[in-house]
């Protein structure tokens, strides 16, 4: 395309382990998503101080409008999408974040603007929520490789799989990050669901293969 | 929140006056004091094919700022992962009292900061010496300004040329000033080798100006081998070209999903795919203009709406397989001994190659894949993200034959699409709704051509060994393909 393009031909160093876990397949599920949930965590705590406080800043700005029928107009999604983008250009914090937390946004806005429903009276917790999700994709689930073989011999459709499985453990700990940061205003405390405690069933055969 | 030291990523460049002879560039770290200099120099000769007797000075002050853009962009680097770095430009020029213009620095700034994702800050100063030999110049004799004349940028590459096909056989009465940077050498020359080849066709109809800019001396610093701002230089170098000859208008043929260049994974974040030819690019080089000059001027995209393949329409029809094969399309040409030089494996290849086979015209040009010797990376790399972007596009255009449905599934996959359609519709002339339908229908088109041509093309990024019969039996697949359509 014009210019080139840069692709990511590797999955960062950050995230190897938990590639690898999935991979070999050996945790239960829920396990493997608090694996996942727990670096993610690690990353915001060093990455999303900016698109925390730009998320307030932009929830603000919505809020101003907070008639749906306004989002409808065409013209005043554009001049939000206008001054979403102002806002951003404004940050001192890396192209990549603010690349993110713009996406973020502009995702809600897009819900808003097609009548979608929404906690008005929240809009950060929308627009961080969705900063994270846009991040664990950008950064973990769609930069793995697209081979089609991967680490252990799995195929790439098992391995896609495995990731799905764990969407509704992601969810509620993307959701819980961003409720727990958004109330502090920071990310320091951000903390895994608790984990559910499984039943000891007393018929199992603890010492069967 | 002040992060990660900022006086460390400051550079200032300051320019001394650019004349004809190469002019001192100075480069200075400002968290170390390192100044380095470099020598930049333009050769803007051609300017002489121009339809004003007098060359207007506010449009040399245009050539001057495209130099210092392109230059200070070169030489400065941005890591994505770093806040931006701040790039503080002194340029003298002739008219400070326009560039300086808070308005006019604003727009710039913003346009530079969208391109290539770092901080700029201009300070232009009144000019001194004289100008360059070709403002110096009166024209004796001016050419015809009544002549219906288009002014296009040239690059050398599919897009221009078939872009320029199509347009010379639309509209037959007309001519076209073709605008080419050629500051690499086989740029300038296969620029030329196609000028040539078509000038033949169309006798008459053709004039071709280019405006090398070079750097001397300058091997001793690292160059930023992902120069954003290369598309706003050469709309910058167009627009002057295109005022001289008497127009408000510059064209650029690109084919929509090229200058869309959406993303193709979520992995790929802002610059990581270039907004050269983006229709908001096209935007803020035209008001930039406007406000240079202090007259309505346009950026305009023709193709906007048109795939790759559905622009090479004229030139499958005409058959006009030589022609097509003289064009550049790689992003990284290769420059090895019996190595064909373009790869066949980068983005722009794999597009052209799926281009070549949706609209029937067969493709003569070697690559490195299949052609010549495979490297030992991952030649898959680039055609695996494509085919992932395409297989996204199928999944959000399919839930609904509903456009209105199917605008808010793309939206919500790819949010910049209501960006583009917010800021630009009024531009392309057409309703909000309108565009969104003409962009449906684009991305449609494109998945569709894929869906036809990917077994055959994806055969070629096979290991084997026999690699000419691997070509051989995907273009009759292709052919086959594309008779059942």
Known sequence: MPDGDMVHRHLG????????????????????????????????????????????????????????????????????????????????????????????????????????????????????????????????????????????????????????????YLNFGIHQFAQTAIKNQNLDNLRLPRQVRREINLDEDLLAG | MKSLNRQQLEYCLHFDPLQDNPSIVRRIDRATGEVHRVRVSIDDHDFKHRIQQVFPSVIADVIDLAVAIHTSDRLTIQDPQQPQIQLKVVLPVRHPEILNKSTLNQQ????????????????????????????????????NPDVDEEVSLWSGGLDALAGLYD??????????????????????????????????LFPNRLALCRIPIRFDLSSHLEKNRFSRARGIVFMLLGSAYSYLRGHRVLHVYENGIGAINLPYRKSAVGLDHSRSVHPETLL???????????????????????????????????????????TSSCDSPHRKPQQPPQCGYCSSCILRKQAYAASQL????????????????????????????????????????????QWRALSQRFPELNDIVDRTHTEENITLLEMRHQLIR????????????????????????????????????????????
């Open chain 2, 362 to 405: 067969e493709d003569k040009t070697e690559y490195i894949v299949p052609h010549g010797n495979p490297p030992v990376e991952d030649i898959r790399l680039y055609l695996e993200n494509m085919l992932a972007q395409v297989a996204a596009l199928r999944v959000h255009l399919k839930p609904s034959n509903q456009r209105a449905d």
């Open chain 1, 13 to 168: 160093h950050f995230y190897q382990k938990t590639y690898k876990i999935l991979c070999e397949g050996v945790l239960a599920t829920e396990d493997c998503a608090r694996d996942l949930l727990s670096r993610l965590g690690r990353d915001l705590k060093q990455t999303a101080k900016w698109p925390l406080h730009l998320s307030k800043k932009i929830s603000d700005l919505l809020s101003q409008k907070i008639g749906p029928l306004e989002f409808a107009n065409n013209d005043e999604a554009a001049r939000s999408g206008h001054q979403i983008d102002d806002l951003i250009n404004l940050a001192d914090c890396p192209n990549r974040e603010k690349e993110l937390i713009s996406r973020a946004s502009k995702t809600v806005l897009n819900e808003l603007r097609h009548g979608g429903e929404m906690d008005t009276c929240n809009f950060q917790l929308a627009i961080f929520k969705q900063y994270i999700r846009e991040k664990y994709e950008a950064d973990f689930k769609e930069r793995i490789p697209l081979s089609r073989e991967h680490h252990n011999g799995v195929s790439h459709g098992e391995l896609m799989r495995r990731l799905e499985a764990l969407e509704p």
């Open chain 2, 442 to 485: 684009l991305f449609q088109s494109y998945v569709s051509e894929w869906d036809l041509v990917m077994p055959s093309l994806s055969e070629q990024f096979e290991r084997k060994d026999n690699s000419s019969v691997v070509v051989h039996t995907s273009q009759v697949t292709i052919r086959k393909g594309l008779l059942n359509r």
């Open chain 2, 284 to 326: 803020g080089v035209g008001l930039l203009m406007t406000e240079l000059i202090g007259e309505n001027f346009k950026v305009r995209n023709p193709f906007l709406f048109h795939t790759k393949a559905e622009m090479m329409k004229s030139l499958a029809e005409d058959a006009r397989i030589e022609l097509a094969s003289q």
């Open chain 2, 167 to 200: 347009r010379l056989k639309q509209s037959p009465a007309k001519s076209f000033a073709l605008f080419g940077s050629g500051s690499n050498d086989n740029t300038h020359r296969r620029q030329q080798e196609v000028f040539y080849s078509l000038q033949h």
């Open chain 2, 108 to 143: 710039l700034c913003q346009l530079l900061y969208w391109a290539t994702g770092k901080q700029w800050v201009f300070e232009f100063e009144r000019r001194r010496q004289p100008g360059r030999s070709i403002e110096n110049q009166p024209l004796l004799c001016s050419s």
